[in-house]
């Protein structure tokens, strides 16, 4: 079975600082894509940024970047130069093989004070 | 105009009532998909549509009805739901949903209350 898992509730960072948010994974499928969503007060989910479990490079966007280690079956989100629109939860996602759904873990809550 | 529209954004229904949810995207997408999101639980996958034709269903209750009369609308029927049902609802689409590189396109999803 797949599963992720985000073992921070919170995070709190200050503006201009660099935060790390923190996702595992697990799978058996050899072939899976991982997904960052930020989740804003209004609802929406957000897409930022995707890496292929082939990916030899780390994915980045701006400034969000993903720590892809593999071996660890981990996918962090860093996100550089916090803003206080940065303030969301934060919603690490996976898909498998082809044909299985998107799954997502619980979300991490992120507060940026100035 | 955004790529997916949800309405009501929100809704308030006792237990007998018979409500539907509306989800529309102009993304020119060919999947997709109810999420339902609870408090302090991960989003969980209810439906999947691909062209038109369900091709998931995540042993959601007979209490919620899906209905995908094309490729650009989604719709959520909703009769005799339970106080425990109330939580938002998200709406998405994708190009396609078999790819696992394929990422969904959200609404603002609609918060629903049962009373």
């Known amino acids: 079975a797949q599963k992720i898992t985000q073992t921070q509730p919170g995070m709190f960072v200050q503006e201009k600082e660099a935060v790390t948010l923190d996702c595992t994974y697990d799978?058996?499928?050899?072939?899976?894509?991982l997904f960052w969503y930020k989740q804003p007060s209004s609802g929406e989910m957000i897409f930022l940024i995707y890496?292929?479990?082939?990916?030899?490079q780390n994915a980045t966007e701006g400034r969000y970047s993903l720590n892809f280690q593999k071996a660890r079956k981990s996918a962090n989100l860093v996100i550089s130069a916090s803003q206080l629109g940065d303030s969301a939860m934060y919603f690490c996602?996976?898909?498998?093989?082809?044909?299985?759904?998107?799954?997502f873990g619980k979300g991490t809550t992120l507060s940026v004070s100035s | 105009e955004t790529g997916v529209t949800q309405t009501p954004r929100h809704l308030v229904m006792g237990m007998t009532n018979k409500k539907s949810l509306k989800c529309e995207q102009h993304?020119?997408?060919?999947?997709m998909y109810w999420y339902k999101q609870s408090a302090k639980k991960p989003l969980e996958l209810m439906f999947v549509?691909?062209?038109?034709?369900?091709?998931e269903n995540n042993s959601v209750p007979s209490r919620f009805s899906p209905e995908c009369p094309n490729s650009s609308h989604l719709f959520l029927h909703l009769h005799t739901l339970q106080p425990e049902d109330s939580a938002l609802y998200l709406c998405?689409?994708?190009?396609?949903?078999?790819?696992?590189?394929?990422?969904?396109?959200f609404g603002s999803g609609t918060q629903l209350s049962v009373l």
């Open positions: 799978t058996s499928d050899q072939s899976y894509g």
């Open positions: 890496q292929g479990s082939y990916d030899e």
């Open positions: 549509y691909n062209f038109k034709e369900q091709t």
């Open positions: 993304l020119g997408h060919n999947a």
């Open positions: 996602a996976m898909r498998g093989k082809a044909g299985t759904a998107l799954i």
């Open positions: 998405a689409s994708s190009q396609e949903s078999a790819a696992s590189n394929e990422k969904l396109f």
